[in-house]
Structures are given as C-alpha cells and as structure tokens.
C-alpha cells in the first residue's frame, strides 16, 4: 500500500480528539507560499498556522491581498502558478494532505473537504445543469448511479430551500438568480456531507438581504451536519454573526486570533481594532453629529514590498522604530488561546 493511499484512507477513519474538547479536524501548521516571477521571489504567506475543529465556524478575517484566498486555495492544494508552497503541514484528520497523490487528492476534494466561491455564476459550468453538477460529486465520490444521484441532487436542492425542486434541478445557472445560485454552489458543496466547509467571501456577491439568507442557511447547514466551516470574509459584521473563533491576517501572516466573543470585544492587534472601528454602528441615529466611519489608512502592501518588519508598519499609529526591524511572534497576551502579534505587547518579547 502507498504511502498516499494509507493517508487517504487515515482521512476516513476517527479525527483525534482530547477527552471534552471538539476535535481538531483541519490543522495548518506553519504554511509558507511564495510566488517566483522575473526572477524574484515573494513570501505571500509566512508561517500561517491555525486548527479548525469539529461543527465550528472559523472566521478567517482581512482586507483584499492578506492572503486568506490563498490560504483557502493552499489547503485545497489549488494553488496557481507561479504560487508554490514553501512549507508547512496541512493535515486532516491527522493526514498530511502534501503526501497525497493528485488522484487521492481529487478523492479528498468534495468528499471531505469542499469549497465555495464569491462568485458563483463563475464556480458552476454554464453547460451542465445544476441537477448534473450536484450529481457528479456522489456518482464519483459515493458510487451513485445516475438515477440515485439525481434523486440525491433533488433532495438537495429542497435542503437549501430551492423551491420546487424537482423542476429546478434541469435548470442551467442562467435561468436562476445570484441567491440560488450560490444555493447550488451549497449543495454541490456539501453534497457528500464534506468535514470541512471552506467557503470564500460566499455573500460578495449578492444583495444584502439575500447575504443573510445565505448565512442563515450555511449555519442550518452547519447544525444539521456538523461541518465544520472556515468562513473567509473581510467584513466584521458577518464575524460577529458567524464566528466561533476568528484568525485575523494581515501581509500574509496570521496577526491576532482566538475566540470571537474576545477578540470583537477586546481586539489586540491595532489592525483588528481598525477593521472594528470600520463597522457601521446600528443604533446611529438621522441626525447623528458622531463622526464618519473611521478607516484604515494607506493600501495593504503588495507581496514584492513587504520587508523584514511588521508589514502593518506603515499603516499603524502606534508603529515604535523596533517594528521596522523585524516581525513580532504570535504569542498569548489575552485570555487563554487569544494570541497576538505585535511589539506593543510585553509577552511576545
Ligand atoms: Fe503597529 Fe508595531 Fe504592532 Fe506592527 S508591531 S502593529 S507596527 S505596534
């Protein structure tokens, strides 16, 4: 038996778990990416590390460019070129997904772990009908036959709230709208009942109104699977309604993370305290004198400008001549479990 063959089948067996706590069922451990071009190398992430465990939602939170799609796409091992991982582990249920083969990975993909985009009408194939895409992951993955796969694709459907879905299932993504269509990336998704759940920015795209239902629906989802999701988002206002636990990055690093209730109320890392004091206040009254939004200023930096020091140097208001020269470790200076990595703080000296 190959190595990768015994890994893939470790992924099917029992997660570890320590007695009372939930089981860690995604584990990145120190993943580094670079990107070469023109000669030049570039960091784009630095030793991420975080654990997803069993029916919990992690928030994974930054602007546009501090690496959270391309965390997502390393776990999925869909990185594009020239992006090459540098090093580091990703391991599910105890796996190392890195000694998989590419065909015991494409087992992995939509089995046990499967994603969804910000952009659906992108995600799906124009030519399949939606029935068609639900059904290929159980024909490949679960043996269905094609009667049994539809079967299954219209019960999916009706569990994401697609009304008559017995009709719907022979549309092509044209004929439905922004909202279910990203419904059907959800189905597709967690068609095979996946462990983990990566979904990107999965409301971008869509209306207000319709961004709620979604969330309601992955939670509803969540609840009666027990997925685990790791929900990539730049917007605090879906953190504080999702998250169980949030990793905030920042140039490619992981800068603050721990539980969500502690971080929203007691950020440490000035960046997370900017993205807080982003977020609309809802009780502002018309008329209101308090002053507009704050905002972060300055632009995150590009991969080829990052330096030796905190990238955040430039952007922070309370930047010391010391941050300049080097990067600061991610250490525990709250609760337990609620890490930082910032000079301010005496802990990660
Ligand atoms: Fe600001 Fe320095 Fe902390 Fe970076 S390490 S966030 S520059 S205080």
């Not at 190959?2 to 067996?13: K, L, Q, V």
């Not at 008559?164 to 068609?191: K, N, T």
Request: aromatic share 4%; hydrophobic share 40%; glycine share 10%.
């Amino acid at each position: 038996m190959t190595a990768a063959r015994e890994a893939a089948m470790d992924i099917a067996g029992d997660a570890p778990a320590s007695a009372g706590a939930p089981a860690t069922v995604l584990q990145v451990e120190d993943l580094s990416l670079e990107f070469r071009a023109r000669g030049r190398s570039a960091e784009v992430l630095s030793c991420v590390s975080f654990a997803l465990r069993a029916g919990e939602t992690l928030c994974l939170v930054g602007e546009s460019g501090c690496g959270k799609s391309m965390t997502a796409l390393a776990i999925m091992r869909l990185v594009p070129p020239p992006g090459r991982i540098g090093g580091g582990r990703v391991r599910l249920r105890g796996a190392d997904l890195a000694s998989l083969d590419e065909a015991a990975m494409r087992r992995v993909r939509g089995n046990h772990l499967s994603m969804i985009f910000q952009e659906p009408m992108t995600a799906l194939n124009p030519v399949y009908t939606v029935g068609e895409q639900i059904a290929e992951p159980l024909r490949l993955h679960q043996g269905l036959d094609r009667r049994q796969a539809r079967e299954r694709a219209v019960e999916m459907l009706r569990s994401v709230g697609i009304p008559l879905p017995e009709r719907r299932v022979d549309d092509y993504p044209h004929q439905m709208s922004g909202g279910m269509r990203q419904r059907v990336m959800i189905a597709i998704a967690l068609a095979c009942d996946p462990e983990v759940l990566i979904a990107d920015e999965p409301t971008t795209a869509l209306d207000v109104t319709v961004q709620a239902q979604i969330f309601d629906l992955l939670r509803e989802q969540q609840a009666r699977r027990g997925t685990a999701v790791l929900l990539i988002t730049h917007d605090m206002g879906a953190v504080s309604e999702m998250a169980d636990r949030v990793v905030v990055m920042y140039g490619g690093r992981v800068v603050e993370q721990g539980a969500a209730g502690e971080v929203l109320s007691r950020p440490l890392h000035p960046y997370t305290r900017g993205l807080i004091a982003c977020l609309p206040e809802l009780d502002r009254a018309p008329g209101d004198l308090r002053p507009d939004l704050p905002e972060i200023p300055g632009v995150v930096p590009s991969i080829w400008d990052r330096g030796e020091g905190c990238p955040f140097f430039d952007r922070c208001g309370q930047a010391m001549p010391r941050c300049r020269g080097a990067f600061p470790p991610l250490a525990q200076a709250g609760a337990r479990g609620h890490d930082v990595a910032c000079w301010l703080y005496p802990e990660t000296t």
